[in-house]
């Protein structure tokens, strides 16, 4: 285990928050985690785990299940946007006399959640964050770091209403001090702006796009605006692709339905080639 630990540590100052860690250094982290959560968790407390996704809830889950500790049984709750709501709740429920509750969470429990019998959070300071890819103009969700910010709010899940409780923080204090954002960057800054200028012509026909979105407080890069207006233009939903467009009937059509600018484009396609129920059922 010092081992593993040593080379967690290692690893971690070698990422400085910048990449995704790896499948093996993951593992070794689930190891780490579960020994943790099972030496620390006592009866009649409850430990909460941050994790990123789904995928690590069932992996830390598979790891703590494997560990014996005599006289206790260790009881694993997820709590995950995709779980049924009556299912997380149960991270409420009073436990056995014999069993320790340890809640794994994704950032869901993050915030605007008291849980009164946790005494210990653990950190893996990952979440999973829709992250924009300037070389293929499309956003996806990926496993990234969190931010001092969201770290400080995990923390601050402990010791809500009763004393004591501990932190820890599954990362080093070089990467939290030096590597770690103060913050989450805007969405504004991780996604297309496609839909957003189509929405904003709409809204200043007369005005300047460009200059409503530098005046921002997190104003997004010039390129990617370029990017975005490329793309409507490529999709037939403005006429040019630069601040003079206007907005087409194919355009005007995607903004009115409200879905992902790909999705209404196919129906108004569909409605267009007469063939719209089939290609609306298909969206």
């Not at 049924?84 to 809640?103: G, L, P, T």
């Not at 931010?147 to 899940?157: K, L, Y």
């Not at 409507?232 to 995607?254: K, M």
Request: charged share 20%; aromatic share 6%.
């Amino acid at each position: 285990m010092t081992k593993s630990f040593e080379s967690l540590v290692s690893e971690c100052n070698r990422l400085q928050c910048k990449t995704s860690p790896s499948n093996s250094y993951m593992e070794k982290l689930f190891q780490v985690v579960a020994s943790l959560a099972t030496t620390v968790g006592k009866l009649g407390s409850a430990v909460l785990i941050f994790v990123a996704g789904m995928n690590d809830i069932v992996s830390v889950t598979e790891c703590i299940e494997q560990l014996m500790v005599p006289g206790l049984v260790f009881k694993c709750f997820p709590v995950h946007s995709d779980i049924a709501f009556e299912d997380q709740m149960k991270v409420f429920d009073d436990v056995e006399s014999n069993e320790v509750k340890i809640i794994i969470a994704t950032n869901a429990a993050e915030s605007s959640v008291t849980l009164p019998d946790c005494d210990h959070v653990i950190c893996l300071g990952l979440c999973k964050q829709i992250v924009y890819n300037k070389l293929s103009h499309r956003q996806m969700l990926l496993p990234t770091w969190i931010s001092r910010a969201s770290s400080t709010q995990r923390a601050g899940r402990t010791s809500r209403v009763r004393p004591g409780g501990r932190v820890y923080r599954m990362y080093t204090r070089e990467c939290f001090t030096n590597y770690m954002l103060e913050f989450e960057p805007g969405e504004i800054l991780r996604m297309p702006l496609d839909s957003v200028i189509l929405m904003l012509r709409q809204i200043l026909p007369e005005g300047s796009v460009t200059s409503a979105l530098l005046d921002c407080i997190e104003p997004p890069e010039i390129d990617t605006i370029g990017r975005s207006y490329e793309s409507l233009c490529q999709s037939r939903f403005i006429t040019t692709a630069d601040e003079t467009c206007e907005i087409t009937e194919l355009g005007e059509f995607v903004t009115a339905v409200g879905l992902d600018l790909s999705l209404g484009s196919l129906m108004g396609l569909g409605i267009q080639f007469g063939v719209g129920a089939e290609l609306i059922e298909v969206a």
